[in-house]
């Protein structure tokens, strides 16, 4: 059984950062990626950063390229959140999947994901 669980989530102001951790346990497989996605309220929950843990590859989402980057360390993936925009705010989680769910046209997320953790940008 694989377990995510995140941390960092927080309240900032426009144009402020925030880094989201999310450690994994359990058997997570080298097939497997990490990923972050996002829901804000009356939305579908939506795609923002995945990696490939096998050979490094990311990919974002076209909203926050060249503001967020996604990086990972053992089992833990991080989320660096620079610039944000009111249009940010949602919780966000991690989430585990197959390689080739992330290399989809649009990632899909995998069966494991963590709690989530709000972020709220507002001034």
């Known amino acids: 059984q694989v377990q995510l669980v995140e941390s960092g989530g927080g309240a900032v102001q426009p144009g402020g950062s925030l880094r989201l951790s999310c450690v994994a346990s359990g058997r997570l497989y080298s097939s497997y990626g990490m990923g972050w996605f996002r829901q804000s309220p009356g939305k579908d929950r939506e795609w923002v950063a995945v990696m490939n843990r096998s050979v490094g590859s990311k990919r974002y989402a076209d909203p926050v390229k060249g503001r967020f980057t996604i990086s990972r360390e053992n089992t833990r993936v991080y989320l660096d959140m620079n610039d944000l925009k009111p249009e940010d705010s949602a919780i966000y989680y991690c989430?585990?999947?197959?390689?080739?769910?992330?290399?989809?046209?649009?990632?899909?997320?995998?069966?494991?994901w963590g709690q989530g953790t709000q972020v709220t940008v507002s001034s």
């Open positions: 989430n585990a999947a197959p390689n080739t769910y992330y290399q989809e046209n649009t990632p899909r997320s995998g069966p494991h």
